[in-house]
């Protein structure tokens, strides 16, 4: 065992801990290491209007490309960079990318809104609303260019402060969603005092939906109670056209999944946008309503 010392205290290390905080400060110094050689990557995913096929945004999703192990999920470093404090430089990253690339589509006639996610630590980063505006005003971009995304349960870590943090990004004219709706614990008193604009439903369910009554069953109630709360509601997991046509039926207003896009590098945006062609089902109910 090694014994080290902080402050008065002798503190004694298993080896097994040891290895476990050798292993983390490896990581931290390679996710830092990551943002110096621009090793992460801004992609995107379309987000559509479910009634027409619209594209009205994406949704900003990072990705590492790391020189040995290759193509890194969000999923294996986010609760990382959370746990340590670096999400907040990673933060700062998305939203100057998504906001570069907002502009660049912007002068080319483009106009999509952006959502991008945020986490517990930023919603406790005091200085986060005044850092977004930085950034905005830098692009020349108006607040309602973004829609922030946070998750229920980083919203339940700290209530309160998550509370504040989110009216003073409501105040400065940014939309703002609940994520992953449904997988959290949050008390629906909470969520109606919230200054949200949208409710995003949890993949899990809309994947589940074809083959689980109940999760059309729940799908179906989450949809209602975000359109009685005055809330859009958004889908996410559309993997099939089925599943379009049902939340369409459902009245659901948004979505975004594997079907329409999977998340791609930002660069190949335009040209995936002059190739999307809505599904054929919707032309045909429009040809129907019109007689
Ligand atoms: P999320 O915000 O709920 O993003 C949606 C996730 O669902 C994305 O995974 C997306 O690729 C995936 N997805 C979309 N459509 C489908 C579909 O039809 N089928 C399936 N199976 N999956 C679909 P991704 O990109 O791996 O991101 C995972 C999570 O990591 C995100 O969940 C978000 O919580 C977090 N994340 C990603 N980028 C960032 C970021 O820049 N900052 C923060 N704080 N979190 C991020
Ligand atoms: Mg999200
Ligand atoms: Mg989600
Ligand atoms: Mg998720």
Redesign the pocket.
């Known amino acids: 065992y090694a014994a080290k010392t902080s402050g008065n205290e002798a503190v004694v290390y298993a080896p097994a801990i040891d290895k476990s905080s050798q292993e983390s400060l490896s990581l931290l110094t390679e996710l830092r290491r990551a943002a110096e050689e621009n090793q992460f990557r801004l992609?995107v995913?379309p987000k559509v209007r479910l009634g027409t096929g619209q594209v009205i945004g994406v949704?900003?999703?990072?990705r590492w490309v790391h020189p040995e192990r290759g193509m890194v999920?969000?999923?294996q470093f986010?609760p990382f960079a959370e746990k340590t404090g670096f999400?907040r430089i990673?933060?700062q990253w998305?939203l100057e990318r998504s906001a570069a690339l907002c502009s660049e589509l912007a002068a080319g006639g483009i106009r999509l809104r952006i959502s991008?996610?945020?986490?517990t630590r930023d919603l406790l980063d005091q200085d986060l609303p005044m850092k977004f505006m930085a950034i905005l005003d830098r692009h020349s971009l108006h607040p309602s260019s973004f829609c922030l995304?946070i998750?229920e349960s980083a919203i339940m870590d700290d209530p309160v402060r998550a509370q504040q943090t989110l009216e003073r990004l409501h105040a400065i004219g940014v939309d703002l969603s609940i994520?992953?709706f449904g997988t959290g614990y949050s008390s629906l008193a909470y969520l109606k005092r919230l200054p949200v604009h949208e409710l995003k439903i949890d993949?899990s369910f809309v994947?589940k939906m074809e083959s689980d009554v109940d999760d059309t069953k729940i799908v179906r109630s989450t949809i209602d109670l975000g359109h009685n709360m005055g809330l859009k509601v958004v889908a996410?997991?559309?993997?099939t056209v089925a599943a379009w046509e049902l939340l369409e039926k459902m009245g659901c207003d948004e979505g975004?999944?594997?079907?329409i896009s999977?998340?791609m590098p930002a660069d190949q945006l335009r040209a995936w946008l002059h190739a999307w062609q809505p599904p054929h089902f919707l032309a045909e109910q429009a040809s129907l309503q019109a007689g």
């Open positions: 992609y995913q949704e900003a999703l990072v999920f969000p999923d986010i999400i990673l933060t998305m991008a996610n945020l986490s995304e998750t994520d992953d993949k994947l996410e997991g559309i993997e975004q999944g594997y079907f999977r998340p």
